[in-house]
């Protein structure tokens, strides 16, 4: 198959691939200030929109292997304890919810923001928004972004080192790791309750911040403010997850290990005992394909779609229709085998099915799963109400969750007393309810590659989309 690529004439200087393919340059239009292109549906259509799958002009590249954090759509978002954030395709992070210490990253300390702020940096004596932002995640009292130079920079609560720049002094503006510039970058992080992971390109691990029960995995139990490597996992980590006070790593041959606190059994390894050190999740072989981590349980995606959850399940977190705490990965009851990505909160877990549908389960007395009750727990999957199939990311906190839409909104959903929905209120909804002050500019669709190749492999299949032969 031959697809017939075009480029707007702004992803010349934005993207690399656009300059060095010599892609023919589509015309423009003027749509109010910003300058838009159509991408059509004809029979004959050679201008196609991989990103959201509908005729609607949009500022978003027509190919899915733009290089990030350049010109092109992103839309990742994370969701703390008490906050969100979410990084616009401008590669600006914005952020909501509590601001108690500094969290917000906009060089104060106060009650918080209900909707949308621009996170901010200190350049001098000038204070400007921060920029080339490609990931942020989300502790509970601090949050960290990774840039698109490799860098990780980090805000708020230092009382432990969770911020890695070798003090405790907490931040109110984003401050750099600096252990970590030079050398391999940045390539994923995940942050704890008052710990950071990061994983490099080299295939490291390096993790700082509170170590109480081990959690940066190094063998001790003594707080770092600089990061630490977790030697033990030398250097075939792919894929990383931090949960309250523990964390976990999938390694390329697809087994998962876990340190940490272990008190519920959420490390999967059969005890309650804590390690300072990795140890292997037996249970699931090879076969782990995603893991995400909350406050006392444990989930893993396979490589077949099903969904295995562990550890504490007080209100049914473990999705098994029990109440009993599971030291073994336990199957979630009525997934089945088509989950595509997990996201696991507080007490709660949810679930995007490959049909962009989205099931949650757990604690729900704050309406996080969404469901539209506020019954007390939720042991089996529910369907969340008003995203029909819309969900393209996923993302949970102590006791919300959210989800990117195809059409590059963000919707969010469960308790929001410090204003972590954005909805520019403090009252939970036990529904998916619009985050405020996240449109992004000019009529940009938010999309990820990974879910415009999914959408493209749906349409070529349904025969959509129009074939060139070779």
């Known amino acids: 198959m031959l697809l017939n690529l075009s480029v707007a004439g702004w992803y010349q200087d934005g993207c690399t691939w656009a300059r060095d393919w010599a892609l023919p340059t589509l015309p423009t239009q003027q749509v109010g200030s910003c300058q838009v292109f159509d991408i059509g549906a004809g029979a004959l259509q050679t201008r196609m929109g991989l990103n959201l799958g509908d005729t609607t002009p949009r500022r978003c590249p027509s190919f899915a292997t733009c290089e ?10 994370a969701v703390g304890a008490y906050n969100s954030c979410a990084v616009k395709s401008d590669g600006t992070l914005w952020c909501f919810g509590s601001n108690v210490d500094g969290q917000l990253g906009r060089g104060t300390i106060d009650g918080g923001s209900a909707s949308a702020l621009p996170v901010l940096e200190q350049k001098g004596s000038e204070v400007v928004p921060l920029n080339g ?14 840039r698109n130079d490799g860098s990780l920079w980090c805000w708020g609560k230092n009382d432990l080192g969770q911020l890695g720049d070798g003090t405790t002094l907490t931040r109110t503006y984003p401050v750099p790791v600096t252990a970590l510039t030079g050398g391999a970058a940045v390539e994923q992080a995940a942050a704890g309750g008052s710990f950071v ?20 995995g190094d063998g001790t139990t003594i707080s770092r403010s600089s990061p630490v490597r977790v030697t033990a996992l030398g250097t075939e980590t792919v894929d990383l997850a931090a949960g309250s006070t523990y964390a976990c790593a999938r390694q390329a041959d697809g087994r998962l290990w876990c340190w940490g606190d272990n008190g519920f059994g959420q490390l999967g390894d059969g005890t309650t ?5 990795p140890a292997p999740v037996t249970a699931l072989g090879t076969a782990v394909a995603q893991v995400s981590l909350g406050g006392g349980q444990s989930c893993a995606r396979l490589g077949d779609g099903s969904v295995w ?20 990965p336990t199957p979630v009851t009525g997934l089945g085998t088509t989950a595509v990505e997990l ?9 995007r099915h490959d049909d962009g549908s989205v099931s949650c389960w757990g604690f729900a007395l704050q309406g996080q799963v969404g469901d539209g009750t506020t019954v007390l727990s939720r042991p089996l999957p529910v369907a969340v109400a008003g995203l029909g199939t819309t969900a393209a990311e996923l993302g949970s906190g102590g006791t919300h969750s959210c989800a990117r839409r195809t059409d590059g909104t963000l919707s969010c959903w469960g308790e929001n007393l410090h204003g972590q929905l954005g909805d520019g209120t403090a009252g939970g909804s036990p529904i998916p309810t619009r985050a405020l002050s996240l449109g992004c500019q000019c009529g940009d669709g938010v999309c990820s590659r990974s879910e415009i190749a999914s959408r493209l492999r749906r349409r070529l299949l349904a025969g959509e989309l129009r074939r060139w032969p070779l």
């Open 133 to 146: 932002v490609i990931q942020a995640l989300l502790g509970r009292s601090h949050g960290c972004a990774r």
């Open 197 to 216: 992971c990061v994983r490099r390109t080299d295939g490291t691990l390096w993790c700082w911040g509170s170590n109480a029960t081990g959690e940066l």
């Open 273 to 277: 005992l804590p390690r300072a050190a």
């Open 343 to 351: 996201a696991v909160g507080g007490g709660h877990g949810c679930a």
């Open 68 to 77: 990030p954090g350049k010109s092109c759509c992103i839309g990742r978002f």
């Open 309 to 328: 959850c562990w550890g504490k399940n007080t209100y049914g977190q473990v999705g098994d229709g029990t109440t009993i705490d599971r030291y073994h």
